[in-house]
């Protein structure tokens, strides 16, 4: 579970922050309270005992609904690499090393790199994209990420005209991941969009979230956000951006192609095999509501997919 502000900490704790906040020139914790005055809709002003980062930018993706709480967002988690459960995520993640850190860029682009994590926080200025999250079991949540827009650096990369698809991979890493020592999934957990979805000025690569780093549970250092797919395209931890010519074989889509699609939009109207798709439940709410078409984000999304079959390309 994340640090309460009376916990004890360690010097094993104290370190690797310190230099952090040295390196990036992160605010302490007075500057994030000054933010919080200059932009009083960023969540940023209650610490909870991840790094404050500095919000550089003013967002256009803000939903206005209320975000789920820092306790369910941090302590009910679906991060296979550690549990199947959810709620034991946070404790059995704890430890895990997030620095140091790459990121390796690859495939068909004239400039593959291996960027070090701050690098490449350091690359764009850092925004909230205050994001619907669905997850494909039915619960759903409001979470205020802090991250850029994904398109800069794989432009940056600069794409072959061969390259049609993005794939992403999860750290590999068994004595750190207790997860991976029993095959659930096929490790290391893999994801893919198509070069057009990475391209969206709606995903992100987040490194934060409620205005700090984030905690290691929901996929420190760094995690894919796509709102308008179900949760599990938003891969957490991620060590590799690879751009490809075919279509990325998922961790899910190896596990059941007829349950897990390639697209994962959020569909009312294409139920799973084994249940429906229609309504979800909203952490922390009772009642459940109904799903929207690509998680409400249709106006934004829905060119993306013209003249496909959506029960088909599911
Ligand atoms: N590497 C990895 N990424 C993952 C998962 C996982 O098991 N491993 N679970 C996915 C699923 S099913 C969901 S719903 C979201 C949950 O993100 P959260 O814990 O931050 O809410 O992470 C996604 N990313
Ligand atoms: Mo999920």
Redesign the pocket.
């Known amino acids: 579970m994340p640090q309460d502000e009376d916990d004890e900490i360690t010097a094993s704790e104290i370190t690797p922050k310190e230099v952090y906040l040295n390196r990036r020139e992160f605010m302490a914790a007075s500057a994030a309270a000054a933010a919080a005055a200059a932009f009083p809709e960023l969540s940023g002003a209650e610490s909870h005992g991840n790094t404050p980062l500095k919000i550089e930018k003013r967002s256009d993706y803000a939903e206005k609904e209320p975000p789920t709480t820092y306790k369910d967002?941090?302590g009910?988690?679906?991060?296979?690499?550690?549990s199947t459960g959810?709620e034991d995520?946070a404790a059995l993640s704890k430890d895990l090393r997030v620095r140091p850190w790459t990121v390796s860029l690859e495939g068909l682009i004239k400039k593959p790199k291996v960027y070090d994590i701050d690098s490449l926080i350091k690359m764009f200025p850092l925004e909230e994209r205050i994001y619907r999250?669905?997850?494909?079991?039915g619960?759903s949540?409001v979470?205020p990420w802090v991250g850029f827009a994904l398109d800069g650096l794989i432009k940056l990369s600069e794409p072959d005209s061969k390259a049609k698809f993005v794939e992403f991979t999860?750290?590999h890493d068994p004595a750190q991941m207790p997860?991976q020592r029993r095959e659930v999934?096929q490790w290391?957990?893999v994801?893919g969009l198509r070069l057009d979805e990475a391209l969206h000025p709606l995903t992100i690569l987040s490194m934060g979230?409620y205005g700090e780093t984030?905690p290691n549970?929901?996929?420190a250092p760094l995690?894919?956000v796509v709102p308008w797919k179900?949760?599990?395209?938003?891969?957490?931890?991620?060590v590799k951006i690879r751009l490809t010519e075919q279509m990325p074989i998922t961790?899910?889509m190896q596990a059941g192609p007829s349950e897990y699609g390639f697209y994962a939009n959020v569909n009312p109207e294409v139920d799973h095999p084994r249940w429906s798709q229609a309504r979800e439940r909203r952490v922390g709410e009772f009642m459940k509501r109904k799903t929207l078409m690509f998680n409400g984000y249709a106006g934004q999304v829905a060119s993306l997919y013209s003249g496909m079959d959506l029960r088909k390309n599911f």
């Open positions: 967002a941090a009910y988690n679906n991060f296979y690499e550690f959810k995520v999250m669905r997850c494909v079991e619960w949540m979470i999860t750290l997860g999934l290391p957990y994801e979230m984030l549970q929901n996929g995690r894919l179900y949760g599990f395209k938003s891969i957490k931890s991620i961790s899910w």
